[in-house]
């Protein structure tokens, strides 16, 4: 099985996302001469913690059955790795790449499902070596997931990870030959990702989630957006040397606390910030909800996993 799957023939993707809450379900239109249209956002909450019976009542409710569907991974039943692309054929790549990484994952290979994301190498310079984001799940993780779907009937075009649909997100930020850096928080931590080109080159999480920078008292927020910035400094200029043929126009900060980590960011970072604002990329008439800041965040990866383009498969 692909982790990220490919396309059928059905239009527009319905990602169903499981939550500690409920499913949180997004539908996309992707069309040639406008912006994406959300059809569809909401979260259909568990009754009895029954997380089955939910994801049966989310299928039947929105038609499932005429649109591609995804899903997300937790964020522990995967890890993902950047390394250095074997040179083999392409039909020989995933196994090669299986032995680079079977030393740097804390699970046996033959317990795990991988797969892989190119990374294309620097114009005008064949000399450099290809990377690679080898992504690998854990089989005990991984096939429950499937079987809960497939249980209640809702048939799976793709499952994704977190980087990726953020990526999807951030890849239409980005300015003509530039890339963008997109920080975002939920509650299991902070995600950041840089994009170029609709690629995906950095991915890097952060122990501080969205409940945190939430907090009331003042000098604990205080602590955390130092603690951001930091982490931060640290990895664009650790990207800056590992991809040097990269400029980053802007980080884009998803929406927190009414723009106040924005405003911090944007005071003490030698970068352009700006707050996400997703009525700017997609039409979101359908769901005038999402016009909320806090609405986008949370409903940001969901929509990203959505967002799912039919050559973008891995």
Not at 41 to 47: G, N, V, Y
Not at 59 to 75: D, M, V
Not at 90 to 101: I, Y
Not at 233 to 254: C, G, N
């Amino acid at each position: 099985m692909r982790l990220f799957g490919k396309a059928g023939k059905k239009s527009g993707w319905l990602a169903l996302v499981l939550t500690a809450d409920g499913v949180q379900a997004v539908a996309i239109e992707r069309r040639r001469d406008a912006p994406p249209k959300v059809q569809r956002a909401l979260t259909i909450p568990h009754q009895h913690g029954n997380s089955g019976a939910t994801l049966a009542r989310s299928a039947r409710e929105l038609q499932a059955g005429s649109y591609r569907c995804t899903t997300l991974l937790g964020t522990g039943a995967y890890q993902m790795l950047l390394v250095e692309a074997p040179n083999v054929p392409a039909a020989e790549l995933k196994a090669a790449l299986g032995w680079r990484v079977k030393d740097m994952i804390d699970f046996p290979l033959d317990d795990a499902t991988l797969d892989l994301a190119l990374l294309p190498p620097p114009k005008n310079n064949s000399a450099h070596n290809q990377q690679a984001f080898a992504v690998v799940a854990r089989n005990s993780l991984l096939a429950p997931h499937q079987q809960l779907f497939s249980e209640h009937k809702v048939a799976l075009d793709a499952i994704d990870i977190s980087e990726m649909a953020q990526r999807n997100i951030s890849a239409m930020l980005e300015p003509e030959g530039r890339g963008v850096a997109l920080l975002s928080f939920d509650g299991d931590g902070g995600l950041l990702t840089v994009s170029f080109g609709g690629e995906l080159y950095l991915a890097r999480r952060m122990d501080i989630n969205l409940k945190q920078l939430l907090d009331s008292d003042a000098e604990r927020v205080q602590n955390l957006h130092d603690r951001i910035t930091l982490e931060l400094q640290r990895s664009l200029d650790h990207f800056e040397r590992q991809f040097s043929f990269v400029t980053i126009a802007k980080l884009v900060v998803v929406p927190v606390a009414h723009g106040a980590l924005r405003d911090y960011l944007a005071a003490n970072l030698y970068l352009p910030v700006e707050q996400l604002d997703l009525a700017a990329l997609l039409d979101l008439d359908e769901v005038p909800e999402l016009l909320d800041g806090a609405q986008q965040a949370s409903y940001l990866l969901a929509i990203g996993a959505a967002l799912r383009k039919e050559e973008a498969a891995a």
